[in-house]
Structure formats: structure tokens, C-alpha cells
């Protein structure tokens, strides 16, 4: 469907969006407008992080998915709206913060439309819950994807001179 994004067609994404109650992720996130417009009493939360953070977390994820194809880096270019697979680190942290302010000012005048989150400053169920008008559960808040923000690049290095080692 990101496809239709980029063609300008969104029919089959509003379609599936009638149907779900929550989304997250891409293509959601650059749509917020579009699904503010046609869903008018929906909330919407933005998770935050520092820029640093954000762009070794991208990272990762680039090492961990390996190569990418054609087709996932054209998929990029539509969603990001860069270069890709010829991005630099400074346009992603650039389209990173254009979002964020982009997404803010839409909502500046809504606040309860709208929660801004930082899960590494503390935030956790009980601003999210608040949000959501729902009970805080009494069970630790969820850290399923938590990465690692160290440059792996470094490390491999070391790994393969104490591989080097036993050869």
C-alpha cells in the first residue's frame, strides 16, 4: 500500500483504517493529518526520543535486515521522502526532527488530541494510560524492542581480532 501512497491514492489505506481502531508504525505515522480528517475524534501519540538514540536505533535495525532491496528501498524513498539507498545519517536525523515539529504544530492547538512520550525520560503506563482513559495495570511496562545503542562497528572490530586469535 505504500505504493498508493506515493501515488497519491489512499482509498485502500482509509478502507483498512475504517476497519482497526489503533495503528502504529509506517505508513501510519506520516498520515496523521489524512487520519485526523476522516476519523476526527481520534488520539494520536508521538514517541520521542533524543536524535542520537533515534539514529543508532535505525541502525541497528539496517544491520540486523542486511541489504536492501530495490523494492524496500523505494518503499523508503516514498515513506521518508530521501535518497534511498544514498541517504546520509544527517537526512534521516533532519527528517526525524521535521517530523516531530511537523507533527506537534499540527496538534498545537489540541493537546488532548495529542500525547507526546519519551519512554527513556520515565514515561510509561501511567501517561500513556491517563491518555487513554484506561487503569494503569499493576504489570511492569513492556520493553520488548529495546536495543542496544553502542557502535556495533566498533565492536565487530574487536570480535574479529579476538576471533583472529584462535584461528
Sequence with gaps: MVKDIGEGDLSRIMAL???KETFEDWPWIILYEELDRAFPDSRFILTKRQHEKWIQSYKNMLAN?????KELNEIRRILYGLPFPDVSESQLVERYEKHNAEVEYYFRDRPKDLLIINWEEGDE??????FLGKDVPIKPFPHANKGSYIDKSKTNRLTDIV???FK
Design 17 to 19: 483504517a475504517d476497519k
Design 65 to 69: 535486515q542486511g541489504d536492501a532491496s
Design 125 to 130: 503506563w501511567k501517561e500513556l494510560c491517563d
Design 163 to 165: 576471533k583472529s586469535w
